[in-house]
């Protein structure tokens, strides 16, 4: 059997502010959908869609989406401009795990956090690598941690 997640589905508080924020940040494409009997629009990324809901809803702390983006510095450009990240939740918004992956931690308008992965800590610009924190600073890592791969091979 094979398989793979094809949509995830979030809130947002304002539905066309949280639209104008993933487009901005990564370039989301909107297009068709539905009519659910309540606000929705689905967003194309990639080979998954982003499908946002407009409802009164205060996300939690650490639950997330995660994507990947082939360049992470416009998209820490975009939400520097915007006021979004997220420097609490994680230990820092920049943040290198095992495995060479940077990730990079945000809250979209509704406050729903948007982890955004890249491959590569060499690829970052200077500014941005002397804000990383490495994990393994912040928190022990055994040898079978450190082991650990985000991306799951095709």
Known sequence: MSS???HVSINALDLQES???FVDLLGAEPIETPNFGIPVQWL???RTQLHLFERDIKPTSHHHLGITVDDLEPVYRAAERREAFDDETFGNRLV???GDVVQLYVRDPAG???EIDQAGVDRLP???RARLKHLWDLHPQTDEQMSAGLFVPE
């Open 112 to 114: 729903n956090l948007v």
């Open 19 to 21: 639209v104008d924020f």
């Open 4 to 6: 793979r997640i094809n």
């Open 126 to 128: 200077d500014d941005l």
């Open 96 to 98: 290198e795990l095992p």
């Open 44 to 46: 194309a990324l990639g």
